[in-house]
């Protein structure tokens, strides 16, 4: 007996899976399409640029044409100037309320709302100790900013414009990680699997359709069990997977290095806590476990689809799974240890999610250790019942319907 | 190998919905033969053929491939050409085959060196490299024909291999199917095609309306006919009817009737004796399509056509 047959079942299966995964992964890569998906990141990211500059370029021109107009006599009016230009520096740039206009002469106060040289959000009129603000709707708050600027400047009027507090500003790099550091980590952790697998793991629906078209799914069958074959797959389009997140890895890293250093400092406050190393290996774990569950539903409901619109028609279906699960994991990254933490846990779609939000938010491991071996629990499980469907729907002749015909039609 | 089968199947039934495509069938396929399974469209043959596979799995009976009861078990050692013929377009024909002989079992080098080989013995050496989809229909088949064999396998499975074929190709196929015999494997094919099966087959099974209806070689099939008599007259003449059989039928210039249980040579006295003499005489077995028709009836025989 040659070696080859005296392989053990197990030995024989796994190196058919590694054939079909293999035969997958070069017939994807290996095509000028894959470059396209390659660079879609690019050239998505490129029209959001482009986008977004349009965006911010419009909504720059219109907070320029914004004012606040203070109507009172210009004594008044250079304290709230004063004040204005001690309280403005606490905002981000991009946040500053709009510059102020005064108008000194006695003038209706509503009317100044209605000007057309530029945009009014709100207007005072003195005297500053009751003064009268109006304010066009949804500018409550340049309202209540003219509200603070009157009582301050009469603060500082009363105090001979002494400052009565004289600070020492200092810088301190903090080491231990906040709760709002980890609730971010967590949602960078839940939003990261999502994103990823909202790229990727879809594709895997479409899989079968070629084995079905060409008739070589009769050949596969014969020679390989039908889990082999979904398996093998799946893998296939993981290793597409990870090159892709491999590629981008590695521009993403190298873009950081070019990044204002208190962006690095900020990143520094995203401390896990399961601490940054444990954190990198749960998340590639989770990763792998979210696409290789997602991508095994995906592939079992799409190997019943016959023809190509069939497929298409299930993307939609397979987004709101996707952004269901991301919802689900997300509130209970929000709330770590709640009931709905819980449930978005133990549920099989949502439970890498979930998990990686959990390595953010609590410090112990050997949850993950059983959440990772539940969730491969489901993967094989979505591939048996996969294939089980399969072999029933499909390969039991050219007439048998598919699971949804056979339930609905 | 339990025994000397290489395939065993005991009242194998399948069901589509109500309909019982197959409905107890038996087969027995020795080792080292060639044996065909025919039957007309839609007997059932296919069917057959994917439950003994483990395609699908029948819904009553049992099966053993090359000793074993799950098929799967004897994947690496069986090669299979299915009915419906399916390639990777995009692949080319030495990759595809070397595909094949790896999910048998070989590794992708070695498959890749007796694809080489396998296409220059089959004239093929140029298309080594070409893709799949720039191949002719029959030069795709050949390249399927040689993944399902590339590994050397014990059990050639080939559901309905000639069809498609010129007649350049199929006589090419009946050559390799003896070689693999010759080789000591054993082939297991289906056609509805008789003059393949009388040709090549050792043994037979005709399935019709899903169920088996004649098992034995191919002697044993054309003996279920009697042997006719084909005679031509000297001299024809009106009466000569009233000197043959009950059944005789003309038939060209002559006459064609069973062979009389006795023998010929009471007729042939009575013919000669009337003056109508001996031009022509030959006592021919039926071939296999007669007995085909005879098993499976006239109308199924002539859908298998």
């Known amino acids: 007996m040659s070696r080859l047959r005296s392989q053990t079942r197990f030995r024989r299966q796994l190196r058919q899976t590694l054939t079909i995964a293999r035969r997958d992964f070069i017939a994807t890569v290996f095509t000028p399409i894959f470059l396209l998906f390659l660079f879609a990141p690019l050239i998505m990211s490129s029209f959001g640029a482009i986008g977004g500059l349009g965006a911010a370029n419009a909504a720059d021109g219109s907070s320029d044409k914004q004012r606040m107009v203070l109507v009172m006599p210009v004594a008044e009016a250079r304290l709230v100037r004063s004040a204005d230009e001690q309280l403005r520096t606490t905002f981000p740039r991009d946040a500053a309320p709009p510059t102020i206009v005064v108008v000194s002469d006695a003038v209706e106060p509503r009317s100044q ?79 990261g699997i999502f994103f990823l697998t909202l790229f990727l793991s879809g594709q895997v629906v479409g899989t079968m359709a070629e084995e079905r078209n060409n008739k070589v799914i009769e050949v596969l069958a014969a020679a390989v069990p039908l889990e082999s074959v979904f398996l093998g797959k799946l893998l296939g389009m993981f290793g597409v997977a990870v090159l892709f997140v491999a590629f981008w890895g590695t521009v993403i890293s190298q873009i950081g290095q070019f990044l204002p250093a208190d962006l690095g400092a900020q990143a520094a406050q995203l401390v896990p806590a399961v601490g940054l190393g444990w954190f990198v290996l749960l998340f590639a774990a989770y990763f792998t476990t979210a696409y290789l569950l997602l991508g095994a539903v995906f592939l079992g409901v799409g190997a019943q689809a016959s023809t190509m619109r069939e497929i298409q028609m299930l993307s939609l279906p397979i987004t709101v799974v996707q952004v269901g699960m991301f919802a689900l994991a997300s509130a209970a990254a929000s709330h770590p240890g709640s009931w709905i933490a819980t449930a978005a846990e133990l549920f099989p779609l949502s439970s890498p999610f979930a998990m990686a939000g959990h390595a953010a938010n609590r410090p112990e491991l050997w949850l993950h250790l059983a959440a990772l071996a539940w969730q491969i629990l489901w993967v094989a499980i979505f591939i048996t019942v996969g294939a089980r469907l399969f072999r029933r729907g499909v390969l039991q002749s050219a007439s048998s319907k598919p699971v949804w015909r056979r339930l609905f039609g | 190998m339990a025994g000397d089968w290489a395939v065993t199947a005991e009242g194998l039934v399948k069901r589509f919905g109500e309909r019982r495509v197959v409905d107890g069938v038996d087969l027995m396929v020795p080792a080292g033969a060639i044996y065909g399974v025919l039957g007309p469209n839609g007997a059932g043959k296919t069917t057959t053929l994917r439950m003994l596979l483990g395609i699908i799995e029948p819904d009553d009976g049992h099966r053993t491939l090359l000793g074993r009861a799950q098929p799967q078990d004897a994947s690496d050692e069986v090669g299979y050409l299915p009915e419906e013929r399916g390639l990777y377009p995009a692949m ?84 390799l199917i003896v070689a693999e015999r010759d080789r000591g494997a054993t082939i297991l094919f289906s056609t509805h095609i008789m003059a393949h099966a009388q040709r090549l087959c050792d043994r037979l099974a005709v399935i019709a309306g899903g169920k088996r209806r004649f098992e034995g070689t191919v002697e044993e099939a054309r003996a279920l006919l009697p042997q006719q008599v084909h005679y031509v007259p000297h001299h024809p003449g009106p009466d000569i009817a009233r000197a043959l059989p009950a059944d005789a039928r003309p038939d060209g210039e002559g006459w064609r009737f069973t062979l009389p249980a006795g023998g010929i040579e009471q007729t042939l006295k009575h013919l000669i004796d009337a003056g109508h003499g001996i031009s022509g005489l030959s006592i021919e077995r039926p071939g296999l399509h007669e007995a085909f028709v005879r098993i499976v009836g006239a109308d199924a025989a002539e859908a298998a056509r």
Do not use: C
Request: no cysteine.
């Open chain 2, 92 to 175: 080319k024909a030495r990759e595809a085959i070397a595909f094949m002989s790896a999910l048998r079992g070989l590794d992708w080098r070695t498959g890749r060196t007796r694809a080489g080989e396998m296409l220059e013995a089959a004239g093929l050496g140029h298309a080594a490299d070409e893709k799949i989809r720039k191949l002719s229909k029959g030069m795709a088949q050949l390249v399927q024909l040689l993944g399902s064999v590339v590994h050397l396998p014990a059990l050639i499975v080939l559901d309905e291999p000639f069809s498609g074929l010129d007649p350049v190709n199929q006589e090419r196929l009946e050559r």
């Open chain 1, 113 to 191: 709302l209605e000007r057309r040289d530029f945009d009014v959000s709100a207007v005072m009129q003195g005297p500053l100790d009751r003064p009268e603000i109006f304010y066009a709707a949804s500018n409550r708050r340049d309202a209540r900013y003219l509200s603070t600027l009157a009582d301050v400047a009469l603060r500082r009027h009363a105090t001979g414009d002494a400052r009565l507090s004289t600070p020492t500003i200092e810088r301190v790099r903090v080491s231990a990680p906040s709760l709002g550091g980890r609730k971010t980590a967590a949602f960078f952790a839940v939003f």
